[in-house]
């Protein structure tokens, strides 16, 4: 009879601890572990384990935890399920922030600019100061300038392969027409080739700061004139500039 009548208080300790482990294991690392626990834990009609069933129905991050868990809220009390599951909201999304992007810069349509020049290879002979006007494309600058004292005009395109960041490289071409300083009306044209470095020190202003070097080959020097500036000129020359200019438009 002793033994008899111990057997279902064991057995009662048991189940009670069985119970325990699985109220536990809601909240296990382990979705699949969380969700059997649910499970187990409705057919058991556990009331004990309610408000944590409730608990993982609104917030287990894994939706057939919710989904276990909820059924089970709905087998071991109907009304607690209506009135805290069926009409409450799903658990909030979290959503990434849009990110913030600055506005695209509008490109101007205008530059001008102006520097100082002289020829690397008679650098002690030739000192030049310029202005240009640059007509703006995408990708491509249509460049019109003039240099004194000894006056030339210059007309080429600018082409930037990188577009137009804080450091803008960019491969020059021009076709320079050197006029004298009026002991002559002779005139010499050069075709020029080479390549230069823009650099925007800050991009919501629209100064920049330049420099660019070439060879310049002069291909109908004239005879006339001798002692003008033009008559001294050498038939390959190598220009070099630096200076500063501004978006204008």
Known sequence: MVLCSSFPVLRGEALAGSKSDLISKLYSPSWAERRAAAQQLGGLRERAALRHLVVRAKADPHPEVRAAAAQAVALIEPRRY????????????QRRPPEMTAPP????????????????????HVLVGTVHLAL???H????AGLSFPALAAALG????PLGRGMLAPYVLGAM???FNNGRSTAAAISLCGGLGMRITPVRRFAGYVFAESMIS??????NRGEGTEISQMSKIAIPFLVGVGIEVL
């Open 82 to 93: 209506v009135s805290d599951l069926a009409t409450s909201d799903p658990p909030p999304v």
């Open 105 to 124: 810069q509008r490109s101007r349509l205008l530059a001008i600019g102006t520097g100082l020049g002289t020829n690397l290879r008679r650098a002690s």
């Open 136 to 138: 703006r494309f995408e």
């Open 140 to 143: 491509v600058d249509l460049q």
């Open 157 to 160: 395109p600018r082409w930037l």
């Open 176 to 178: 320079t027409v050197s």
């Open 217 to 222: 080959w002069t291909f109908n020097r004239p």
